[in-house]
Structure formats: structure tokens, C-alpha cells
């Protein structure tokens, strides 16, 4: 069975959901790993449920979308573990409103924490990879950054933009040993998809070829994928735990 016993991984957005479910993922799979997440009781306990459990995790909070948080998060990984060598930018954000009542603010906030803080964390995370020929980025999206999302154009918009800022950054940087890739999942069973109306879930339900939404092991396990071995030709790539949603 491959294992992720060679990586120091910081999971951003890993204080609840789909982040938490990443993070014990990869310590049970060998990883050292950094609970990232602008709440700092979550992402303590979450570490604190990895350790219990046998992995090794250390927590630490900060904002994705602040350069100076970004820089202490990896100096503290550098002084804890060593190097990052796999990056799992998670951290992220929804909001339900209609375009025609969307602020500007609304749309900074949502660019910011998804695409901003994807680049800023990847961007102090290459160089180190780079020099060691070494090092795997997996970038959440959403299949709503494929086909789209009613009440959700600025999130839509984000997502997209992850999936081909992936594209672009795999053919830059894969030959040099570093592999870049996403997952967009589909609708899972977190505290984000559940704040949206029961209208919406209801009606998205209904939509999925599968019936249901996922959980976040699901999401979870293709991330684990990604980050191991058995993934090395896989590059610029968006996996799809969708329930059906999104068939490529």
C-alpha cells in the first residue's frame, strides 16, 4: 500500500469539513501534517484528534488570503517539520445570493480567500519544491467552477479560477518534479452545504445521477490519491467526486 510517510503536509481550511477530513486522511497515511485554519480552537482540535489517533499533526491559524499569515504559517512548518512538500490549498468560503444583489465586497471576499489565497499559499510553497525537485500541490475547486451555480456567480467564478490556475501551473512546473492538480468535488455533507436553503439542497439532490451528496472522506480519499506515488502521471488534472453531477 503506498503511503505518504515522506511528505510534511499543511492542509489550509482544515479546521472542519472537508479540511478536517483531508488532514486526518493523510496523517493516517503517514503524513506530517499542518492543521491550517483561521480558527484556531477548530484547527487545535482537530490535531489534537489526529495525535489521538496515532498521526502526527501540529495546528496553527492564520488567514489564506494575508501574505504575512501565509509566510508564518510555512515558517512555522519549516521549524516544525521541515519543507512543505505537499500543499493542500481547502480553505474556502460560500455564500448564496443572486448576481443582482451580489456587492462588491461579496466578491472580493469570496476572491480572496478561494483564488487569492490559493496563489499566495502556492507561490511561497513552489520555490522550496522547486529546489528539491519535489513536491505536490492539490487545489480544492467544485464541479459548480465546471457547469456553474444559481446563486453562487462569485464562488462559480472562484472555482474556476482554481482549475485553471491548476492547468497552468502543472505545465509550468511538472517536469521540474513537482505535480499540480485539483479536485472539484460535488455537493458534500459539511457545515458549508448545509447553511445553503433546504430548497437548494433539495433540488440539487434531485439533479445527481447518485441521488445523494458525498461525505468528506470521499473527498478525502482522492486528495490521498493525488498526493501519493501511485498519482505520478497524473498532471494539471481535476478530479470529480461529484455524484454524477459533472461526467468528463
Known sequence: MTTLNDHIAIVTGAGAGIGKAIAH??????AKV???????????????????AGGEAKAFAGDVS???DVEATFA?????????????????????????????????????????????????????MLRNKRGVIVNLASQLGQIGGIELVHYTAAKAGIIGMTKALAREVSASGVR????????????????????????????LPL??????????????????????????QTLGP???????
Not at 182 to 206: C, F, H, Q, Y
Not at 242 to 248: A, C, I, P, Y
Request: charged residues 20%; glycine residues 6%.
Open 76 to 128: 512555522f512548518c519549516e521549524a516544525t517539520y521541515g519543507e512543505c512538500s505537499l500543499l493542500v490549498n481547502n480553505a474556502g468560503i460560500v455564500q448564496q445570493v443572486w448576481f443582482k444583489d451580489m456587492t462588491l465586497a461579496d466578491w472580493d471576499r469570496m476572491i480572496s480567500i478561494h483564488l487569492r489565497g490559493c496563489f499566495l499559499n502556492s507561490h511561497r510553497a513552489i520555490k522550496p
Open 25 to 30: 486522511r493523510l496523517a493516517m497515511d503517514g
Open 66 to 68: 494575508n501574505p504575512d
Open 211 to 236: 441521488g445523494r451528496f458525498g461525505e468528506p472522506e470521499d473527498v478525502a480519499a482522492a486528495v490521498a490519491f493525488l498526493a501519493s506515488d501511485d498519482a505520478k502521471l497524473f498532471v494539471g
Open 34 to 52: 499542518i492543521v491550517h485554519d483561521i480558527n484556531e480552537a477548530a484547527a487545535v482540535a482537530v490535531a489534537a484528534n489526529i495525535t489521538a
Open 242 to 248: 461529484n455524484s454524477g453531477d459533472v461526467m468528463l
Open 180 to 207: 499540480v492538480n485539483a479536485v472539484a468535488p460535488g455537493p458534500i455533507n459539511t457545515e458549508l452545504v448545509m447553511a445553503l436553503s433546504d430548497d437548494w439542497r433539495a433540488a440539487k439532490s434531485k439533479e
